[in-house]
T-cell receptor, first 116, second 110 residues
Framework: DAGITQSPRHKVTETGTPVTLRCHQT?????MYWYRQDPGHGLRLIHYSYGVKDTDKGEVSDGYSVSRSKTEDFLLTLESATSSQTSVYFC???????????????FGPGTRLTVT | KQEVTQIPAALSVPEGENLVLNCSFTDSAIYNLQWFRQDPGKGLTSLLLIQSSQREQTSGRLNASLDKSSGRSTLYIAASQPGDSATYLC?????????FGSGTQLTVLP
């Protein structure tokens, strides 16, 4: 299994509270991703990173920010959590070709976030 | 916008049966296609990756095919076992982003 850990694994928070989720990898892969998974919507990309301090938005980025100060860590922050952000959040990693395209993605175990 | 569809949404088969899961996508300009397995309450496990220049990939009892021009991929599972019960997801890669289908929930009955 790819060396990906996510913390915390479960969190319950109140509306309006800031929340930070952490993804840590030991594979030294260049690309890191944050997804959310919801019934009826499947997996959707929130943000991704293609290097230290290099990030870009995905399909559902509103209300989320990310940071990557080290190769191994990718943080997802909900500045002011809302009930619509209750979801399961997955981190993924992949390596890239010299042309910038990405290879196989490997997923972490997920974080279940409940916003009350 | 890329859309990925998986049919059927759920499938129940007796143990030992060979089965095919289907995946279709609307934009054929993809870099690769990946099949995943997800067990309840767990993360995704990568099963097979097919590059856009390839027609198929095999791993054990699994065989995935890709027809990019028609926007279709199939995952063939031979001699199914109860341990194969899970949700199977396909995803297509374009412009550094994966777009997922909604999955097929497979149940293999003993």
């Amino acid at each position: 299994d790819a060396g990906i850990t996510q913390s915390p694994r479960h969190k319950v928070t109140e509306t309006g509270t800031p929340v930070t989720l952490r993804c840590h990898q030991t594979e030294n892969h260049r690309y890191m991703y944050w997804y959310r998974q919801d019934p009826g919507h499947g997996l959707r990309l929130i943000h991704y990173s293609y290097g230290v301090k290099d990030t870009d938005k995905g399909e559902v980025s509103d209300g989320y920010s990310v940071s990557r100060s080290k190769t191994e860590d990718f943080l997802l922050t909900l500045e002011s959590a809302t009930s619509s952000q209750t979801s399961v959040y997955f981190c993924a990693i992949s390596e890239s070709s010299s042309g910038g395209q990405t290879y196989e993605q490997y997923f972490g175990p997920g974080t279940r976030l409940t916003v009350t | 916008k890329q859309e990925v569809t998986q049919i059927p949404a759920a499938l129940s088969v007796p143990e030992g049966e060979n089965l095919v899961l289907n995946c279709s996508f609307t934009d054929s300009a993809i870099y690769n296609l990946q099949w995943f397995r997800q067990d309840p309450g767990k993360g995704l496990t990568s099963l097979l990756l097919i590059q856009s220049s390839q027609r198929e990939q095999t791993s054990g009892r699994l065989n995935a095919s890709l027809d990019k021009s028609s926007g279709r991929s199939t995952l063939y599972i031979a001699a199914s076992q109860p341990g194969d019960s899970a949700t199977y997801l396909c995803a297509v890669m374009r412009a550094r982003q994966l777009t997922f289908g909604s999955g097929t929930q497979l149940t293999v009955l003993p």
